[in-house]
């Protein structure tokens, strides 16, 4: 077997485990890779010789390339993915449980041999800015030139990462394989006791950018529930007030319900005009930790983002359209006939024709969407117009509010405050959304997902739960905790609220009740703001429309919190006691 080191490799431990994985996998060669600009020109030549990746057209989209998934691969596959742990226990009853000798020999079967006739990259990265005491150094192994290249953008790879690491021998095993992109071949594997996560069958997402949910959201919140700090399927975002004061939001909502666009968010005219302006520290995952001043500071352990396609406009993000226009990688988008790229929900009138994601000649009279649903777009965060000073401080930021929020088309409204850091926790464990096409299966339904986590938690809800409680006594100033929903619907199942831009209406009313200055209303649920307390400005919302936003109707709540009770149930005897408690005086609030 041929190796090749763009990096010197002194790194006992590394340069051992590489070659046990090379010996099962049998690659033709294997390439350490030293994320350089030369690297990455180098790898796409290759990838487009084979077509693994397309390039577009190079004057309207420099630096940019297109790639096409397996049509059977085409979003994360919750169901194929599993914690191991030595107790079946410890992953809980949220999580797809394997013995992990079991798990190991399963997927040593699949991987062996299946590197034969390919090349093997060995990519060290860091998840996290360099040099961070929170940073985080994996090593992925992958026969994929559209995973390398998606590493490189979306993690700090190569020579840096290296560097990080020295000689420790602390570092996240992460092997990953196509193997032959059957289903029934496929699964995303997890050993959290081992520091080890093993994916093959796919090159999809997250199922295959091994830093982004496997290690940055499983293996991370299993550290950090060890370690005293939190990994969090979050946006960090800074709203700058016109004084020049930014304070910063973490924000949890479920797969495909607004990070990215929360994130990125462009103020509308009427507060861009008295200064307000939005910077965008991270859009997918926070890791948290107390900080010596007694508050909860966030880094984003990402460097770029693996973003939704379909529904991003100039009107909807135009920061992501300008963060996308070059160095960035389409996935399963509709390809243009000019080379460039297009989906559902662009700008302007859809193209005469096209190839669709499938591969498909496509026209719009065609039955089959041009782009998936789950297209993506992988683009570094450096080049978004928004991008905060600070997303790439070892030390992060402050956070003063988190925010839960999902998709309900009933129930939720606007925006409510809940009552203490304990409360918050109960919003956040019991919030619920409707599925999206980020993961395969039905989309639409309502599902509990517990601070957006249920498909990322590395260990027992139950535990996570106590672990939400025991940070907020660990932090001596711990943030407001809110929860939102852009997503209410009239009886015509239009949404009531405008969303996008005009959210930032809701994180000042946020940021005004951090302040102790906002003016809210006590519900049951917590507080909600008075009429009068949101800013309007410039938008046509009428009286009874802003009162249906905000509206806590009890009969629903009642139902609400009746079915709490049948989650609870599923989480078993882990479930904090003071889950329990909190549910008995919320249901207690709705008697009268
Ligand atoms: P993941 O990358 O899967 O974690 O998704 P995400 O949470 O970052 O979601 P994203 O921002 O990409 O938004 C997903 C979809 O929700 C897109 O189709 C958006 O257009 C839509 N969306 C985002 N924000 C809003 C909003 O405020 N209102 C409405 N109605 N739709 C929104
Ligand atoms: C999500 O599904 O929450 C994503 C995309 O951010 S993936 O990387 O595939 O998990
Ligand atoms: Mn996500």
Redesign the pocket.
Known sequence: MKVENHVSIENKAVAKWVEEMAELCQPDQVVYCDGSEKEKERLTHQALTTGEVELLNQEKLPGCIYHRSNPNDVARTEHLTFICTRKKDDAGPTNNWMDPKEAYEKLADIFKDSMKGRTMYAIAFIMGPAGSPLSKVGIQLTDSIYVVLNMRIMTRMGQVALKQLGSSDHFTKCLHGKADLNIDRRFICHFPEDNTIWSVGSGYGGNALLGKKCLALRIGSYLGHTQGWMAE?M?IVGIENPQGEIRYIAAA????????????LVPPDVLKKKGYKVWTVG??IAWLQPGPDGRLWAVNPEAG????A????SK??PN?LATIQRNTIFTNVLKKQDGTVWWE?MDGEPPAEGINWKGEHWTPASKEKGAHP?A?FTAPISQCPSVSSEYDNPKGVPISAIVFGG?RARVAPLVYESMNWDHGVYVGATMASET?A?ATGQVGVVRRDPM?MLPFLGYHAGDYFQHWFNMGSKVKNPPKIFHVN??RTDESGK?L????G??LRVLLWILERCEKKGKGTQTPIGFVPTQDALNLEGISLTGAQVEKLLHVDKNEWREELASHVEFFKKIGECLPKKIREIHASLTNHFQS
Request: charged share 15%; aromatic share 18%.
């Open positions: 399927h946006l909502f479920p797969s495909q319900c607004g990070k990215t666009n929360l994130a990125m859009d997918d983002f693996f973003g939704v379909p529904g991003t406009s909807s993000n992501a929900g789950n993506r998709r999206t980020a957006a852009w997503f949404y609220w405008p969303g996008f005009e959210n």
